[in-house]
């Protein structure tokens, strides 16, 4: 840059338009041309030598990223925050700082390009979209361990809510995690779309979708709208998809599970820290604080809906007429197999007893 200028004014070119050639500023322009070349060698030296505010955390930095080459400066910036608190830089300093040590020490990273919604942003109260993703997790043994959560996001202001479970999900949990979504959003919108999933669907017949006798009612007593993405269809829920793919990549990635209160307890944090309090790369703005005008605009939650005292969910019924729970196969009457979307209700009571029943007697 300090030659490129110089070179520039001995060709007789004035500040601006070295400025336009070199797309800086005519200010920058002005400093190397006041610079001797003494002083640039002497600056250039001073910044090799310069500390940064970060070279306090460089070890541990390091450390993270030859254990997992493929972190993100943003995952690197959110667990500096987590442990030591607020942290007097920005991320984009942190990501300057992650380059540079990945180009000092030859540690290269591969390169995903982020996916962006077009969908127009629907106003303030009015959607919410719900999807499921599940992931692993090493303990403090080492051992793997499969974990599955529920993800929520406000459509207009993007603000979330993520729960946690270490078995896949039932109805039942289904309906009691939004229970608390609501809670934590202080509100419901008016609909809530979903990906077709067999939680809440028992069968979709020439675009007829039949909920699950316990999903069905839970909506008609909260009486908010559904919305069913087709398959094929990413553009609709890509804020959500986003979500689940952020869970993934920024809060799961590499973090060792203890138990699942812990887990969930480390998520919340996450959720105010980084997922609503940092500015969103599509609306460039922080979730957390649209979210303070959209959450005057979410239906008020009346009333609490009694807990279920069973669990329920859907199986589909196989063409021997049988059923598979919990890796045991259980029979059904002869004739109750009815084509590829024939479906039956099971409960698990207290008791420990599976009634299986008719989902359409």
């Given at each position: 840059m300090y030659l490129s200028i110089h070179q520039f004014k001995n060709l007789g070119l004035n500040v601006s338009q070295i400025a336009r050639k070199l797309g800086v500023s005519r200010n920058t322009v002005y400093k190397y041309l006041e610079m001797t070349s003494d002083e640039m060698h002497q600056r250039l030296e001073e910044m090799k030598t310069r500390e940064k505010k970060?070279?306090?955390?460089?070890q541990e930095i390091?450390?993270?990223?030859?254990?997992?080459?493929?972190?993100?400066?943003?995952?690197?910036?959110?667990?500096?925050?987590?442990?030591?608190?607020?942290?007097?830089?920005?991320?984009?300093?942190?990501?300057?700082?992650?380059?540079?040590?990945?180009?000092?020490h030859n540690i290269p990273k591969e390169i995903h390009r982020r996916q962006y919604e077009a969908v127009e942003d629907p106003p303030m109260g009015e959607q919410m979209q719900v999807d499921f993703g599940?992931?692993?997790?090493?303990?403090?043994?080492?051992?793997?361990?499969?974990?599955?959560?529920?993800?929520?996001?406000?459509?207009?202001?993007?603000?979330?809510?993520?729960?946690?479970?270490?078995?896949?999900?039932?109805?039942?949990?289904?309906?009691?995690?939004?229970?608390?979504?609501?809670?934590?959003?202080?509100?419901?919108?008016?609909?809530?779309?979903?990906?077709?999933?067999?939680?809440?669907?028992?069968?979709?017949?020439?675009?007829?979708?039949?909920?699950?006798?316990?999903?069905?009612?839970?909506?008609?007593?909260?009486?908010?709208?559904?919305?069913?993405?087709?398959?094929?269809?990413p553009e609709s829920k890509?804020?959500?998809?986003?979500?689940?793919?952020?869970?993934?990549?920024?809060?799961?990635?590499?973090?060792?599970?203890?138990?699942?209160?812990?887990?969930?307890?480390?998520?919340l944090a996450w959720l105010v820290r980084t997922a609503n309090g940092i500015v969103h790369h599509t609306t460039k703005k922080i979730p957390a604080e649209v979210f303070q005008e959209e959450r005057k605009h979410l239906r008020p939650i009346q009333e609490k809906i009694q807990k279920p005292s069973a669990t329920s969910l859907t199986r589909r019924v196989r063409k021997d007429n049988t059923i598979l729970f919990e890796g045991n196969r259980y029979s059904v009457p002869l004739g109750t197999y009815d084509g590829p979307e024939t479906s039956v209700g099971i409960q698990v009571t207290d008791e420990q007893?599976?009634?299986?029943?008719?989902l359409n007697p």
């Open positions: 970060l070279d306090p955390h460089e390091l450390t993270w990223l030859r254990e997992y080459p493929d972190l993100s400066a943003a995952q690197i910036f959110d667990w500096l925050k987590e442990r030591y608190g607020d942290i007097r830089v920005s991320e984009g300093t942190v990501r300057n700082y992650v380059r540079s040590l990945r180009k000092k599940e992931t692993r997790m090493e303990n403090a043994q080492g051992h793997g361990v499969k974990l599955w959560f529920m993800s929520f996001v406000l459509s207009h202001s993007r603000y979330k809510y993520v729960e946690w479970l270490d078995r896949p999900f039932t109805t039942v949990d289904v309906i009691q995690i939004h229970e608390r979504a609501f809670g934590y959003f202080g509100g419901m919108p008016k609909e809530i779309m979903y990906d077709q999933d067999h939680l809440l669907l028992t069968s979709e017949n020439h675009g007829d979708l039949i909920f699950t006798h316990e999903f069905a009612r839970y909506v008609q007593q909260r009486g908010f709208r559904i919305y069913m993405c087709r398959k094929q269809d890509g804020r959500v998809e986003n979500v689940v793919k952020y869970v993934k990549q920024n809060f799961a990635k590499h973090r060792t599970f203890a138990n699942l209160d812990a887990l969930n307890e480390q998520c007893e599976l009634i299986i029943y008719d």
